[in-house]
């Protein structure tokens, strides 16, 4: 309850499998495996999207 105000202003927000509801509901990504370790592909994975848009926009 007190992470939903914090949820809504962020950019992206994450949550893990097996949160709050509302944590649930107000996140953009749910890791579902209720673990934090894939977090670091996770951001590998946006970068590389990143760059790959960025090079099809130019």
């Given at each position: 309850m007190n992470d939903s105000i914090a949820?809504?202003?962020a950019q992206v927000s994450i949550s893990l499998k097996g949160?709050?509801?509302i944590a649930?509901?107000?996140a953009q990504i749910i890791l579902t495996d209720g673990e934090l370790d894939k977090i670091c592909q996770l951001f590998e994975l946006s970068t590389n999207l990143e760059a790959k848009l960025r090079k099809s926009w130019a």
């Open positions: 949820m809504k202003k949160a709050s509801t649930t509901d107000l």
